[in-house]
Structures are given as C-alpha cells and as structure tokens.
C-alpha cells in the first residue's frame, strides 16, 4: 500500500496531514503474476469505521497492483480526474520473498525489485509531475525504508531483500539532490526501521507461520502507530527542515 494526500489541502501541518483526503492504494501479486486479485473489502470497511469515528479525513481505497506499471499510471490518473494531484506521497508497500543469492527463484527477486525499488520510484516520479503541475511547491516524498536498506543481516533469506532497500536510501538521497537542483522545495524523506509487528514476516515465511511468529515474539517490536508517529514528525517539521532518514529500531532488537 502506498499512501497519497491529494489536494485538497494548500500547505503542510501535522493536522493538516491528519485532515486530508488520501488514496490508500491495495493490491497484491504473487512472484511473477501481474493480475492483481486482491479486493478492497478490508480497506473499504476501514474507511467507514474512520467515517463512523468521526476522523476529519476521508479513506479512498483504490485496488492497484504496484508490480503493474500500467496500473500506476491508470491511479495516478484517476486521483487527477477525481481529486486534482498528490501533494504528499508515502511510499510504503514493501515485501521480502525467501530467495537467497545462491538459490533463489528469479520471479522472487523480479517481484522485490518491482514492489520495492519500481514501484516506488514510478510512484515518485508521478508524484512529483503532480506537484509540478500544480506548482506545490511544498509537497513531501516519503520512502519507508528499512534498516535493512543500511546494513547486511548475516541471514540468506533478506539479502536480497536487502538490496532493494539499499537501493531506496540511494533513490531517497538521489531524490533530494534533483530535487533541489530543480528549484523547489519539496521534501525527500526515508524512514528505517528494525522489526516492526505486521504481516511482513508471515509473508516472508509464508510457509513457515511459526518462524514468523517468532520474529515478533523473540523482543518487543516496533508497532505500525510507531511508523505512523515518525512520519508525522517528518512531515510536522518546519518547511526549512528536511530528514533524511529516520532509523528506528526497537530497543532489545541486536543489529
Ligand atoms: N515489518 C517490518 O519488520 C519492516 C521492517 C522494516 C521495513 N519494513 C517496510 O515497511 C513497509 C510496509 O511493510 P509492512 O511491515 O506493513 O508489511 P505488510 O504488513 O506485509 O504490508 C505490506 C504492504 O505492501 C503491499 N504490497 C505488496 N505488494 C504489493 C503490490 N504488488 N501492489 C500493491 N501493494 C502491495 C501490501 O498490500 P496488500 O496487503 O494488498 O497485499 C501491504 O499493504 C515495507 O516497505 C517494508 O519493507 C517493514
């Protein structure tokens, strides 16, 4: 999923954030397909809960296979028609196969490369195109990135993984030169972090649920509100201030 405040909004504030309108963009492939099966029943029972719990902003899930190029492009689209542009862009779906270097499957690898690294970078280049468009001047790009993406873990089945996610803190800090070097004053912006308690494992060990369930229950984990927080900090920031990165581990994880 991949976050999108559209723009309803003019500038930027932590309640401005919890206010907007955003796009959550779903969907999911296995390695190697390119049709996107995954409904947007849960998602669309989320946004009526927040609806019915009185939150100021308005959840619109939108069904989007992020490893089809075709279907960005057709999302990004309808958020023009449907709500003018994207002025902040959170780059958040992510997922690790069990592939290692020596054995893995290609489609595994292809499937990292194309949510991880792809994905995200066509959703910022789109991203970005809206604010120019629309002369925001004040957007932000977050790329939720993983500690992952700035040291090796002595463990085969994330290596790869791994690499995809070296490769976003070189996109996030690429991003940042050009966007400067263009003008403007949007804001390029990746955040790390350790272990964090959400399907991520037992999609990784998809067929191993009980060494999933022990990644999480080995230390007290980061929880998803815990991400949320840094990335309101990140964006509540005065408009002079741009992070880099933010790393975050939880406190007993080792490296
Ligand atoms: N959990 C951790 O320990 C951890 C640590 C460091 C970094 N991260 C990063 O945090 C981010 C979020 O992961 P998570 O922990 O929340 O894992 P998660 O619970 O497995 O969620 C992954 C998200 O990515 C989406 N996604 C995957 N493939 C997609 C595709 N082809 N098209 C559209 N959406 C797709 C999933 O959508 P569906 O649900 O529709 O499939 C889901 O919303 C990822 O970038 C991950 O690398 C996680």
Redesign the pocket.
Known sequence: ??FLSCASCESFSVSAWISFSFVS?????LPGERV?D?DVFAWTKLAAECQSAGYSGTLIPYK?????EEDILSMFSAIKTLHQGVDVCI??????HNEPLLSGKTDGWR?MI???VL?LSICTREAYQSMKERNVDDGHIIN?????GHRMVPSADEHF?CAT?YAVTALTEGLRQELREAKTHIRATCI????????????HHNSDPEKAAA?YESIK??K?QD?ASAVTYVLGTPPHVQIGDVQMRPVEQVS
Request: overall charge neutral; proline content about 2%; glycine content about 8%.
């Open positions: 999923m991949t963009l779903t969907g999911k492939n996107c995954r989007c296979d992020l490893s089809c780059n958040n779906a992510g997922l690790a499937n194309d949510v991880n994905a939720i990135n993983s500690m992952g993984y996610k790390s972090p350790g272990i964090v308690e959400t399907e991520f494992a037992f999609r990644v984990c980061l998803a991400i």
